[in-house]
């Protein structure tokens, strides 16, 4: 299963290229989406372990969440992109299927890879498979975006690399066997070369966090948020995020069986703390509201990491945060593509009364907004509370009150944007286009919004006892 998983997508990509009709191509994402959440379900349920390659692939209790994670979000956008993708017959959507397919394989490879090396080639696929998707529109903003994504990204995976090259000579180093095996780098941890291992974890905290949006290596993400088409956007934030932070995850988990969570824990909270400011900063009379999804989610990315700097209970607050930002992405980026096709721009000067426009996608983004920066009965809430609870719990009050006060300014910033998209007249801008809501464009929406705020009122009991496994899991004992 371990296998299919990774090759089921890459075959239906391949039958996407063969595939002639523009019309019935995109059904086979959808198609993919429900296949690939079967076997996730299928495997998660599995009491054996699952692995292969001899131990180069296998399914921790972290890859178990992203693993999950992600294959839920594709799905319900592949839903959408039928739907989506008959609005645009003047794109050839032949590689923009087959790209959005081989995406999936290869973020099924990044969460089943044991071996950093391995693992790293996932990464960088991804960024291959996501770039042509940037430049779906063909504009010269759009190509600006995918030359930013593909040159930033390059030197981000570039210094991972190095990271990675560092991490197996602190092993050589110390007079051990280099591997990039995860499970024996873990447990050879307490003998590594710590010069050489701080070393690695700064370029790979760098490296993958480029790839993750945090500040300040995420000058890329408001470009490619605000050019790509909304369900890119929601697999982006939702979805290669994730695997990011799940590399990222990898090597924290090597420095605590060092053991060294000192070292580590002060950098990711410094550095969650930095991305959260940064992103309060940019929101704040930002007119462009897709760019202003970009820079909520290099906020959001600050959180991930700061909550595991946290450790404890603010790791398992960061790991559920993980889920309930993904899903709570996927309601924000669909209805603002949808608003930005109604209006054909994605300026608040041109976009008012989407409320009006558009009662589904403009209410459902209002809500959107209003679960994302942490209101109830939302999903982020119970998370954002949870994190802040395992940071006064654990005495780090100035960090807590820090938190607070950039949630705070987050909150007024966005909220600002988005009032003025969704209240008021509909602007003169709002006749260019004769789109309203559709069925197949709004029942992915309402079914993430469903999910986000389902997580703020129930976190179901498998979900917990695997975000309870999972933090055992990384926060291993030396």
Request: include cysteine; charged fraction near 10%; charge should be positive.
């Amino acid at each position: 299963m371990v296998f299919l998983l990774i090759f089921v997508p890459l075959i239906i990509a391949v039958a996407a290229l063969v595939v002639p009709s523009n019309r019935w191509r995109p059904w086979l994402i959808p198609l993919a989406g429900v296949i690939h959440l079967g076997m996730t379900v299928w495997t998660l349920s599995c009491a054996h372990p699952v692995a292969g390659l001899q131990g180069w692939l296998a399914l921790d209790p972290l890859g178990k969440l992203v693993l999950g994670l992600i294959s839920v979000i594709f799905t319900i956008c592949g839903f959408y992109a039928p739907a989506y993708l008959a609005l645009r017959p003047e794109r050839q959507n032949r590689f923009f299927c087959a790209c959005l397919l081989g995406m999936l394989g290869m973020m099924t490879l990044v969460v089943l890879s044991h071996h950093l090396g391995l693992m790293w080639v996932a990464i960088e696929a991804t960024t291959l498979c996501t770039a042509p998707l940037l430049f779906f529109n063909h504009s010269a903003r759009s190509l600006e975006a995918t030359w930013k994504y593909l040159l930033i990204g390059s030197v981000g995976i570039a210094l991972a690399l190095l990271g990675s090259f560092f991490l197996a000579y602190s092993s050589l180093h110390a007079g051990l066997v280099p591997t990039l095996l995860l499970d024996d780098l873990v447990k050879m941890a307490p003998q590594l070369s710590r010069p050489w291992l701080h070393a690695a974890f700064v370029l790979l905290l760098v490296g993958y966090g480029t790839k993750m949006g945090l500040a300040p290596m995420h000058t890329w993400k408001p470009d490619a948020y605000g050019e790509a088409p909304g369900l890119v956007g929601a697999l982006l934030a939702g979805g290669v995020t994730s695997c990011a932070f799940l590399s990222i995850l990898r090597f924290y988990q090597i420095c605590l069986a060092a053991p060294e969570a000192a070292f580590a824990r002060e950098i990711l909270v410094f550095i969650g703390l930095f991305s959260m400011a940064v992103a309060a900063v940019f929101m704040v009379r930002q007119r462009d509201f897709k760019r202003m999804l970009a820079y909520s989610s290099v906020e959001h990315m600050g959180i991930l990491v700061l909550g595991i700097g946290l450790g404890g209970l603010a790791a398992f607050g960061a790991l559920l945060h993980m889920i309930t930002n993904g899903v709570t992405k996927g309601v924000l980026f669909l209805s603002a593509g949808n608003i930005h096709r109604a209006y054909g721009s994605k300026l608040t000067d041109d976009v008012r009364g989407a409320m009006r426009r558009l009662p589904v996608s403009g209410v459902t983004f209002l809500a959107g907004f209003l679960i994302v920066t942490g209101s109830p009965p939302g999903g982020p809430f119970i998370s954002e509370f949870t994190i802040l609870t395992g940071a006064i719990n654990g005495g780090h009050y100035a960090v807590a009150a820090l938190y607070l006060a950039v949630l705070a300014i987050v909150f007024i910033g966005m909220g600002t944007t988005v009032l003025r998209v969704v209240q008021g007249v509909p602007s003169p801008q709002a006749a260019s286009t004769a789109y309203r809501d559709r069925p197949q464009l709004v029942i992915p929406i309402l079914i993430f919004l469903g999910l986000s705020i389902l997580l703020g009122l129930y976190i179901p009991n498998s979900l917990t006892t695997a975000l309870h496994d999972a933090v055992a899991y990384l926060e291993v004992k030396p």
